[in-house]
């Protein structure tokens, strides 16, 4: 695989750290481009699923690897970047942590080789954690940051571009205070917040549980991630989420008061009210598109299956004798009702033949 735009960089043989769900989305990735993968992880059975599901084999002994990947939380990169350059086990090394400048700054302290260091985040994931939750097109069509400092060397930049490149991401490339700043607006605050939203229902009742449909399901969604991880995450990144926060802190404040008049009987505050989701509106339509929509060259085919045991397994046996590879599957249940909604991700060119293969088995299909 070779870099676009810049020098051009073969990568042949990558070491992966980390078996989670970013090192084993990298590896699968990887080697669809055909490009050698190897695999590490601290977590044996992590790291069995891993090499299970193809993203890499076990590294041998003095392999010496053109990048090395640290996929591991933020907290552990300097010490595990020391180690893996005093045992050269790569010519370029890089991390996919989201927070950039501590990682950075720990990593001058400890004295490693700068010049073989480039910064890397790929802006993708799921609030599901692991490998059994990685895909190979993760990254596709996503931004991959490049965080290099002023020492690192133009072949190392041009590996990690080259990297990111063979995942299907788009490579950015920017400070690690600027990556700092713009991820706690766009991914650090909305966990925060979806996580002390989704913690209002704690103290819930069934019954009004029970009522949320999909405005809930969709603001909450990546509450569900690890908390141990996103610990390092947010911490890592205080002091640009603090500011953030605490502006958003402030809008919470003044939208508080508008209800409040609106309570009491003042109508003059809907007109504040309207103007707040007003904006809503404005920065919503900023948004690009969602990680869930499929990536380019797949389509959504959605079915509708019956609410009882085995009926998800008879839908996918049936594709499966039919030979028909489902890329991913989303389940959305109908409240009240017995039954739901089956989202199948295929390939564009096997959509009519799934479609064709669920008619003739009698399920509902909507395209």
């Known amino acids: 695989m070779r870099a676009q735009g810049g020098s051009e960089r073969l990568l042949e043989r990558v070491l992966v750290i980390g078996a989670g769900l970013i090192g084993t989305s990298i590896g699968l990735a990887l080697r669809q481009r055909a490009i050698e993968v190897y695999l590490q992880d601290t977590a044996p059975g992590r790291l069995a699923l891993a090499r299970e599901l193809g993203a890499g084999v076990p590294p041998r002994d003095g392999d010496v690897f053109d990048v090395v990947v640290l996929a591991i939380p933020p907290s552990a990169i300097a010490v595990e970047l020391q180690r893996a350059q005093r045992l050269g086990l790569g010519r370029t090394y890089t991390d996919v942590a989201s927070a950039k400048a501590e990682p950075e700054r720990e990593a001058e302290l400890l004295g490693v080789d700068m010049r073989r260091y480039v910064g890397g985040h790929p802006v993708a994931g799921r609030e599901r954690s692991g490998p059994a939750a990685a895909h190979a097109d993760l990254f596709v069509g996503r931004p991959w940051v490049i965080t290099s400092t002023p020492n690192a ?55 009004t549980v029970g009522l949320g449909g999909t405005g809930l399901q969709d603001t909450t969604r990546v509450a569900a991630g690890d908390p141990d991880l996103w610990t390092q995450i947010l911490a890592a990144n205080a002091g640009h989420l603090a500011a953030v926060l605490g502006q958003f802190a402030d809008d919470v404040q003044r939208t508080l008061v508008d209800l409040r008049r609106l309570a009491d009987g003042d109508r003059s505050a809907a007109a504040a009210l309207t103007g707040t989701l007003r904006q809503g509106v404005a920065g919503r339509a900023r948004v690009p598109v969602k990680r869930g929509q499929p990536a380019a060259g797949f389509v959504t085919v959605p079915i509708v299956v019956r609410d009882a045991p085995g009926e998800l397994a008879a839908v996918l046996r049936a594709l499966g004798d039919a030979g028909i590879n489902v890329e991913d599957v989303r389940v959305e249940h109908e409240p009240g009702r017995a039954r739901g909604v089956v989202e199948l991700d295929v390939r564009e060119e096997a959509a009519s033949a799934l479609i064709a293969c669920m008619n003739a088995a009698g399920w509902e299909v909507y395209t």
């Open 153 to 207: 060397a133009d072949d190392a930049v041009a590996d990690v571009r080259s990297l990111a490149e063979a995942c299907g991401a788009v490579p950015v490339e920017m400070s690690a205070d600027v990556h700092d700043a713009a991820l706690a607006t766009v991914s650090h605050l909305p966990h925060l917040v979806a996580a002390l939203l989704a913690a209002q229902l704690t103290g819930s009742t069934d019954a």
